[in-house]
């Protein structure tokens, strides 16, 4: 696997499995159920039988560790397929906004307290949230998308509480606007664990998704401290 293909996903992957038990729990749906269909799902999307493969002994044979370097493919058909069984018949994919939710923003947001509070608690001890906005998501970044990606990322402080955040996701395998919809969770969980108030994040620059040879992503970050 070509290093720029790949990277440290596999704390953030064990947060996906954390979030769809914890989802399962608190809608009273039964997990191992749902973790069938989901890896059925997946199976559909993966698009070669080496990818079957991995998906049926690595993601669902329960072989992810926190430190595990997964490759791309893998996080976009697990998030591809976990929103598409968990999100019901007529809910959104992905959302533009914080004011509307959706599957992969609250597994963004689930992780994002989740490591807060494990993995990445050095991160956010201590910080304001504009200093985690200034100092650590661009680590937590680079860590979930590569080098590339990480020197492209641009975080732009209008002032304390009014931030815009563009990504570059030129060359990246990732989900495109269900991928967004988990970046704006992210954020979302990690300014409420730093006790932001009235956040409110809007994705409406999105060229994920579009042929355009840059793909630039610009996230509108407001919140009251
Ligand atoms: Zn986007």
């Not at 493919?73 to 976990?82: G, I, P, Q």
């Not at 809910?91 to 992780?111: M, Y």
């Not at 990322?153 to 209008?158: G, T």
Request: with cysteine.
């Amino acid at each position: 696997m070509a290093e720029e293909h790949s990277s440290q996903l596999g704390d953030f992957i064990k947060g996906r499995l954390l979030f769809i038990e914890n989802y399962c729990k608190e809608n009273n749906i039964n997990y191992k159920e749902v973790l069938e269909k989901i890896e059925e799902e997946a199976i559909k999307r993966a698009g070669s039988k080496e990818k079957e493969d991995f998906l049926r002994t690595r993601l669902f044979g329960g072989l992810v560790l926190p430190t595990s370097i997964l490759p791309y493919w893998l996080d976009k058909v697990f998030l591809e397929a976990m929103s598409a069984v968990l999100k019901g018949q007529n809910s959104p994919l992905f959302t533009t906004t914080s004011k509307i939710s959706c599957i992969p923003f609250e597994a963004g947001r689930f992780n994002a307290k989740r490591q807060a509070d494990t993995i990445f608690k050095i991160m956010f001890n201590n910080r304001t949230p504009s200093d985690w906005l200034k100092l650590s998501f661009p680590v937590l970044y680079r860590k979930c998308y590569g080098e590339e990606a990480g020197e492209k990322l641009k975080i732009i402080e209008h002032s304390k509480t009014h931030f815009e955040i563009i990504t570059d996701n030129t060359n990246l395998e990732k989900a495109l606007r269900i991928d967004c919809s988990t970046v704006i969770g992210y954020l979302y969980g990690s300014l409420e664990k730093l006790n932001a108030k009235n956040i409110l994040i809007t994705h409406d620059k999105c060229l994920a998704e579009t042929p355009a040879p840059k793909k630039l992503c610009s996230f509108d970050i407001t919140f009251d401290i």
